[in-house]
């Protein structure tokens, strides 16, 4: 279940929702959720932008109509990820993120898209922790987990 927060100083709400379910919702609808989840994190990116003073996007519904109908005739959808790859490396820099990296996205679109997706998904989940609040009354985001091993000198 996707969790609602507020991009602080603004009214703008942005959503942490499951990498899992962004690579395997579109499967289960048929490409209808991909078409949403593709709108609405373009339209976070977008407020977020604006909220910042950076220029992460303008057009949402352009976003949108490049996947379909511009994604029958190819060129349009590999455009439209394109830039919103370089938004979302945009949104994750402001954040003090890692930004995803061009050349697994371009990989992953071609060879396993829903993967792409769910990494997507996974980078703006980071960027929303650290510049969104929850709403009130709401529970604080969850953090990440460190996955890492322990180093050597925190052992003794």
Do not use: C
């Not at 109509?65 to 820099?93: C, D, E, H, M, N």
């Amino acid at each position: 279940m996707a969790q609602e927060l507020e991009i602080r100083n603004t009214n703008e709400r942005v959503k942490l929702r499951s990498p899992w379910g962004a690579a395997l919702l579109p499967i289960i609808t048929l490409g209808i959720y991909h078409l949403v989840w593709w709108y609405r994190i373009n339209r976070e990116l977008r407020d977020l932008g604006r909220a910042k003073g950076y220029d992460l996007g303008q057009n949402p519904m352009a976003s949108l109509l490049a996947a379909f109908p511009g994604g029958l005739i190819i060129v349009p959808a590999l455009i439209t990820y394109w830039r919103g790859g370089k938004r979302i490396q945009g949104a994750a820099s402001l954040a003090g993120k890692e930004p995803i990296n061009g050349f697994i996205g371009i990989v992953l679109f071609f060879v396993i898209p829903p993967a792409l997706w769910a990494y997507i998904q996974d980078s703006l989940n980071g960027v929303w922790r650290s510049e969104a609040t929850s709403l009130p009354g709401e529970s604080a985001p969850a953090q990440v987990e460190d996955h890492m091993p322990p180093r050597l000198e925190d052992h003794g």
